[in-house]
């Protein structure tokens, strides 16, 4: 059995820009802890502002940031 999920893109954005965590948290101005969990791809709730921040930075839309992928339910 299979279910859909949102996937945070963060991580990719970052790394194909060679972007630390700590030169992500100074340019968006949002705080470590929110920024690592971003990278993760942990976090459950994103605010708008932070979103509007992080797509400033990285140069992307929204949608640009997440995807829809199939996970298997065991």
Known sequence: MSRKEIRIKINELLEKRDMSTAEFVKKTGVAYNTALGLRRG??????????????????VQPGDLFELVEVTIK
């Open 42 to 59: 942990v976090v459950t709730r994103i605010d708008l502002d932070v979103m509007a921040r992080v797509c400033e930075v990285l140069g």
